[in-house]
């Protein structure tokens, strides 16, 4: 398998824990304002085989806690089953970053017990994805990769990042009852300053949801999940 990219380790990518990040080229969604363009359209110029990678995280042993692995759309590649098998065979904890698109594949890496940890975004409202997403069939799949994740993850969060016009009070509501009950949600503020896959998205409009509204934002989440916090 073709990766990315590494990065050595991390803070922020697997909560709670020093991770090693691996990048995975390629998507199924085109949302507006998504940081890792190059990523996304597959055209990332650096590129490792995972068989170099696995070699680092050998030689970290002891000191990294885990991995991450995101993209792009990790299930994606046809690889991540072997790449999650080797990583774990060093004794090291998976946190996959995923769409939400492909709930078989989740289903399967949890069957195997090849991830630990699951962080999958929710965009906007189920019917609400033509933004991000042209598969009709979206909404059904991100359905089922919520329910496969709260019934079977050993830990999980979703995720939504807060971007105008895309999300709004009404629109987190509707999100939070449909992953009722869930561990934890995350309310991440759009960064501005980020360079978007549709270089037009931040000179089109003012997407910035400010702190008060976040702040609001998560007191509308809060009844329906066990945990909402804003990253
Ligand atoms: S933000 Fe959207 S386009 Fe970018 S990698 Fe994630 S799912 Fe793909």
Redesign the pocket.
Known sequence: MILAGLQKNSFIDFPGKISCVLFVTG?????P?????D??RGDYPARIESTEAIDFLKSRRGMLEGVAIT???PTLDSGLFNLCRSVKSLGYPVKLDT?GSRPGVLRRLLDQQLVDFIAM?I?APLDDYHP?CRNHQIHERLAASIRTIMASSPAYEFRT?CAAPFVNEAGIETIAKTIAGAACYVLQPFNRRAVC?DPTFNHRQDPTIFPEAMQRFKSLAEPFVKRCMIR
């Open positions: 998507c199924n969604f085109i949302c304002y998504c940081h890792n363009a990523l996304a993209g792009g759309e769409n975004d965009k991000f990042t896959l």
